[in-house]
């Protein structure tokens, strides 16, 4: 038994050892290069592979291939091959015996291609045209099973000379060889031998045939010109859907799917029952619904159309409801906003009478009336009276714009009219809009002149002066709330004024987008609406509000991803360059005034940039200019000469200076050298015309009499002096070409305050600046940088979230973010009220991004025999969804689509 076992051991271990070497392969490379046998060009692409294996390889682009794995034995050979179009094939044995790379290069030469003659001839004949040729694609039900999409024009993507345009998450553009577009009608598609189209626009909408995927056969899309066969609309080709038959196809079929934590928010549910009543009577039930969100995409024009600065509340021109009621517009039968609160109603009294007509009597006119004419409001309780026909009751009186009737005073407060209709509780009762004329088809103030519209009803609906003044144009702007949030309620900046110099935009949008205003005047009032007010401004005087002081200035982007504006709030008065200038400087002339000339100027010595300080003088007398001259005062008289105080030349160090080295450029000369060419080289006739010109006749040129910094000369004879009437010149190079006011006196980094030590904005920053124009004007100006931040911490002490300096407490150094010590406000947020109905037809344009669509279709059969079969068909769908293009985007909200078909 041993014995047994032992030579088991060594059977299997010789067994394996067998199987081992086998199992290990040694392998090698086949690499090289193949080229022209003529030109030794590299051949780029030619195949090169082994025969009778899948080992190959094609050369790159410098002729090079590489075979890899390729399995070496003692016996291995094999047939290399090359084959590359216009050359002869080559061939070439190779050996693998060991497992060394094979490196062989070769050489193909070219090849004669001999083709044989070709005679082509032709003959006429007539042909059926169902039977032209035409290039077809079809789309099966195997391929339809593969993806579940509720609309059948997801199906048609990647197909040959389709072009297909995904613009929703339901919403596909179909056409084919090109003249795509959002509503393409050059496609024709047909439905089991229906067409398709929407109905009066020729177009297609895939996703509002109520077809469901489930139940479709096929789908052919025949490519090219069909109107010969297909009739209209198949300019570019046709797209035929089949659906199944009932009787071939029995069974229930239903399948649900969607996404799961993502913003798309989209499931979908199809379903499809098919069954046979009997051997001639078949019936088919399919339906469709899906839900989803698109992608909330609004252009910053989209948006900006839609919000109340731009449009106002265009539906308020046409609901039928009196929405404002100020006649001190000059428009309207209103009162202004004094007389309301005075309870000061012009011509009307509280014992003002409606007359209701009774029983066909005369009115007040002498024309019989009826029950269902004219309210006449009468001017006192007598007036009425007398009257015959009339129940005279008391009424309130009289507020708003539009033509009056009896609302019946629902409040009680004695006055009508009076809570117009916009959305607020404008007689602050607690209640909204519950007391407001409205139209009511009757002429109800008796000024109608008769039936001016044509209808056989005297003053009734669509008749002058009926229902006037309850929708007309004014009503787009005026609503009686404060909009723009500055206290001041419908004033002109939030209306629109019909000015062409403003782009047709109304003063809101207009101050936004070209005047930096956000909102006007809002900084001269402590408290709005009950909240303090963190722009308030103590200091301003009406004279500031007058120049515009009290605006809030800044300026705004638009954040596609928050579909809203962002504002950056101008903090800062730095005028035009945005930087704070330094409002100190060494004044050596004592006029007060910054002089560019005065002083540590920069100038161009031969061509290079040096430091200059001028050689200054002492100016006497009255008449100081900053030249160097004798002085007159002002009547003429001679005072004193300007006494040269240093002659220090250029680099403007004196003796007496420890830092004095040895005299330079114009030291000791005895005269205070100016450098002067202001205007360059022109004649003495145009330096005359110049109001500070001074002519120099020797060179020509001509300057102001003030050695300006920068002012260049070149010393053409090399002896370190400026001479006149020699080969120096002198160019003009004051200012310089930048924009800027180039400092000439020494300007001190104290900031914008000129005091040293306070650390305000400008201080210390290493930057010398010049408070240019607009500066420390009191408008601001510059923001900074940062688009809807936050505020600057404070301690809320009265827990309302707003900073109010006499309550709450502000600590610069704790919560001082941006250095410039005082309290930095919120950017102002954008709270604008969404415009939904831009043209006021009742019709919402701005999108909420839902897609819905539901479809669902009945099929019945009768099949009495092979030969003969009758379809009765219907179906219907129900689509909200958007299209987005490149000039718009096109909304369907509640479009039904309902067909029939026998």
């Known amino acids: 038994m041993i014995v047994f076992i032992l030579h088991m051991i060594n059977y299997i271990k010789n067994y394996l050892l067998f199987i081992l070497s086998i199992g290990i392969a040694f392998s090698v490379n086949i690499k090289g290069t193949i080229t022209d046998v003529d030109t030794n ?96 694609e079809l789309v099966s039900a195997s391929d339809i099973k593969k993806e579940e999409s509720t609309n059948l024009g997801s199906y048609l993507k990647g197909i040959k000379g389709v072009d297909f345009t995904s613009s929703g998450v339901n919403n596909y553009s179909i056409s084919v060889r090109g003249f795509n577009s959002s509503f393409s009608s050059r ?58 038959s009932p009787a071939d196809s029995e069974g229930f079929d239903i399948s649900v799917s969607g996404t799961v934590n993502d913003d798309l928010d989209l499931y979908k549910i199809s379903s499809r029952w098919a069954s046979k009543i009997n051997n001639k009577l078949s019936f088919k039930l399919s339906n469709t619904y899906l839900q989803a969100y698109e992608w909330p995409f609004i252009s910053e024009q989209e948006y900006k159309l839609h919000t109340y600065p731009y449009s106002g509340n265009p539906i308020r021109t046409s609901d039928g409801k009196d929405n404002n009621p100020w006649g001190a517009t000059g428009l309207g039968q209103g009162v202004t906003q004094l007389q309301y609160q005075n309870i000061n109603i012009p011509g009307q009294s509280v014992n003002t009478m409606v007359g209701y007509y009774l029983n066909e009597h005369p009115g007040a006119d002498g024309i019989l009336n009826t029950e269902d004419d004219i309210l006449f409001t009468f001017s006192s309780q007598e007036e009425c009276f007398d009257a015959p026909g009339y129940t005279c009751t008391p009424i309130s009186k009289i507020i708003g714009d539009g033509e009056a009737n009896n609302t019946g005073d629902p409040d009680g407060d004695g006055f009508m009219g009076e809570d117009w209709f916009n959305g607020y509780d404008d007689d602050g009762d607690g ?45 787009t702007w005026i609503d009686g709330y404060d909009n723009n949030g500055n206290g001041i309620i419908d004033e002109e900046a939030e209306r629109y004024d019909n000015d062409i110099e403003k ?42 509000v007058d120049l515009g002081k009290a605006h809030l200035r800044g300026s705004n982007i638009y954040d ?20 704070p200038g330094d409002n100190a400087w060494n004044d050596s002339f004592g006029d007060g005034n910054l002089i560019p000339h005065e002083g540590y100027n920069q100038m161009q010595v031969n061509g290079t940039s040096i430091n200059v300080p001028f050689e200054s003088c002492l100016e006497v007398g009255e008449t100081a200019n900053g030249i160097c001259t004798d002085e007159y005062n002002s009547l003429g008289q001679y005072l004193a000469p300007d006494l040269i105080t240093s002659d220090c030349g250029l680099d403007g160090i004196c003796p007496n200076n420890p830092n004095w080295i040895e005299a330079d450029f114009g030291e000791g000369n005895g005269q205070w050298d100016v450098f002067d060419f202001n205007y360059g080289q ?30 260049e000369w070149i010393d053409g004879n090399n002896d370190f002096i400026f001479t006149f009437n ?73 827990n309302d979230g707003i900073y109010n300096p006499a309550v709450d407490d502000f600590i610069p150094q704790i919560h001082d973010t941006n250095g410039d010590g005082v309290y930095t406000p919120p950017d102002y947020e954008d709270n604008f009220a969404i415009v939904r109905d831009l043209d006021g037809d009742g019709l919402e344009e701005y999108p909420d991004f839902e897609v819905k ?31 987005v293009t490149g000039i718009g985007r096109y909304l369907t909200d509640g479009y039904e689509y309902t067909y029939y078909q026998l």
């Open 41 to 136: 060009e590299p051949l780029i692409g030619a195949n090169v592979y082994i025969e009778g294996t899948s080992k190959g390889s094609a050369t790159d682009a410098n002729g090079s291939f590489f075979i890899s794995d390729v399995r070496s034995c003692s016996t291995c050979k094999y047939k290399l091959k090359v084959m590359y179009i216009g050359y002869e094939q080559y061939e070439k044995s190779i050996e693998a015996f060991s497992n060394e790379d094979i490196i062989t290069d070769l050489k193909l030469k070219t090849a004669s291609i001999e083709t044989a003659t070709t005679k082509i001839t032709a003959k006429k004949r007539q042909d059926k045209v169902i039977d032209a040729p035409a290039a077809i």
């Open 187 to 244: 496609l024709l598609t047909l439905t089991d031998g229906r067409i398709a189209n929407i109905p009066a626009l020729r177009v297609v909408n895939y996703s509002s045939i109520p077809q469901s995927s489930k139940d479709i056969e096929s789908i052919e899309v025949a490519l090219g010109p069909s109107t010969a066969l297909y009739g209209a609309n198949a300019h570019s080709g046709v797209v035929n859907i089949t659906s199944k």
């Open 431 to 475: 209640l909204i809009d519950e007391d407001y004329f409205f139209a009511d088809g009757i002429d109800n103030d008796g000024d109608c002149p008769g039936d001016t519209n044509g209808d056989g009803v005297i003053c009734g609906w669509g008749d002058e002066n009926v229902d006037e003044d309850i929708d007309w144009q004014n009503d």
């Open 503 to 544: 782009f047709n935009l109304p003063e809101w949008a207009y101050n936004m987008e070209y005047k930096d205003i956000i909102v006007t005047k809002i900084k001269q009032q402590e408290y709005i609406n009950g909240e303090y007010n963190v722009w308030y401004d103590p200091t301003l005087t009406p004279n500031d």
């Open 560 to 579: 596609e991803d928050l579909r809203k504006m962002l504002f950056d709030v101008y903090i800062y008065d730095f005028g035009e360059d945005g930087m």
């Open 682 to 711: 022109i004649t003495e006739e145009e330096c005359n015309n110049i109001n500070d010109g001074v002519y120099y006749p020797n060179l020509q040129l001509c300057g102001n009499g003030i050695a300006d910094e920068g002012d």
């Open 726 to 798: 020699s080969a120096d010149m002198i160019n003009d190079t004051y200012p310089y070409a930048n924009g800027e006011l180039d400092q000439g006196e020494e300007i001190y980094d104290w900031g914008q305050d000129g005091i040293e030590g306070t650390n305000d904005l400008g201080e210390g920053d290493g930057l010398l600046i010049v408070p240019d124009i607009n500066e420390l004007d009191g408008i601001y100006d510059t923001g900074d940088n940062c688009y809807g931040c936050e505020g600057e911490e404070f301690h809320d002490l009265d």
């Open 853 to 883: 669509n539901s479809k669902g279709e009945f099929r019945l059969d009768y099949d009495p025999n092979p030969d003969l079969n009758i379809t009765f068909q219907t179906g219907y769908s129900w689509s909200k969804s958007q299209q």
